[in-house]
């Protein structure tokens, strides 16, 4: 009974031995594995960063902490190698979660724009031995955005502002109609005063005849009619003012009517006018408006750059 007991126990340490044993060469194959990463990423990083417009930084970690920097001075986010991941660290999510991830760091964190991505790295077996991470400094695409959106709110403010001078255009032709379609009425009205001249004027011829035979009929009456004559005279002299003031009041009404074709014309002509710009300055709203909209496609652009 001893016996089996005994022979139990050593099977289970020979076992537990083969287990550190085998473990043990698992995380020193892969941590050679990591060390080729690294080596590899020695030889090509420098042409990577060329590669990119902006400044750009990278990393390896395994499944603990940072082995391998290669930083850049426009990215000082003070990580050193050897830092150890923390549970809410990205790259602890990336091998986490088994997939990558990115995260734009706002400037107000490091005191510059920047966005890091993170992928899990795998070893011959499939498992996950870590992780790569890049930084990319944006803040030549903030500037780009902050200028796209500075041009788009400009070409928005613009587009309202000619919104409303248009609005005031149009209102100011519409007066200039109502003031044509005012005139146009005054030149009927003064029209209409002729037909009440002329009637004047056969008023007044009539009158100027009836005291012309008036006169006549007194000088046959001889002494009688000396009374009458003074009559028919006084209504001869009415007759006579009458036609007098008839062409006064006729010279006033043309020179008014002269005035008022005048008048009118010109408000004709700065109708048409007005509406020729009304006309273009929607033009120019529509292309202000077209405008705007490609700045907005821009500072979208940018912001995914």
Not at 17 to 22: A, G, I, V
Not at 193 to 215: H, Y
Not at 222 to 250: C, H, P, T
Request: hydrophobic share 35%; charged share 25%.
């Amino acid at each position: 009974m001893l016996e089996d007991l005994r022979e139990s126990e050593i099977i289970n340490e020979y076992e537990e031995q083969n287990s550190d044993n085998s473990q043990l060469a698992d995380d020193v194959q892969e941590s050679d594995e990591l060390q080729e990463l690294v080596r590899a990423l020695q030889l090509v990083a420098p042409l990577m960063m060329d590669l990119h417009e902006d400044p750009v930084s990278y990393g390896i970690t395994d499944r603990e902490k940072f082995l391998y920097l290669i930083p850049h001075p426009k990215i000082p986010h003070g990580i050193k190698t050897g830092d150890v991941l923390s549970s809410e660290d990205m790259l602890h999510n990336v091998m986490k979660e088994d997939k990558k991830i990115s995260e734009v760091i706002p400037k107000e964190v490091f005191g510059f724009p920047f966005r890091g991505s993170g992928v899990p790295i795998k070893g011959k077996k499939g498992n996950i031995i870590g992780s790569l991470a890049m930084s990319v400094n944006l803040e030549r695409q903030e500037q780009l955005t902050e200028i796209a959106q500075n041009l788009s709110d400009s070409l928005g403010q613009l587009a309202q502002a000619i919104s409303q001078i248009t609005i005031g255009v149009q209102e100011i032709a519409e007066y200039s109609k109502q003031n044509l379609d005012n005139i146009n009425q005054t030149k009927e009205e003064t029209q209409n005063t002729d037909n009440v001249l002329s009637f004047i004027r056969n008023v007044a011829g009539q009158t100027n005849l009836l005291g012309l035979n008036a006169a006549i009929e007194a000088a046959r009456a001889g002494d009688y009619g000396r009374g009458f004559s003074v009559v028919a005279e006084e209504i001869r002299k009415l007759s006579n003012s009458s036609a007098e003031s008839i062409k006064q009041i006729e010279s006033t009404i043309k020179s008014i009517q002269n005035f008022t074709n005048i008048v009118a014309e010109g408000i004709n002509k700065e109708s048409n006018v007005l509406q020729e710009q009304a006309a273009t300055l929607e033009e120019i709203n529509a292309s202000v408006e077209e405008l705007d909209s490609t700045a907005q496609v821009l500072a979208d652009i940018a912001k995914k750059l």
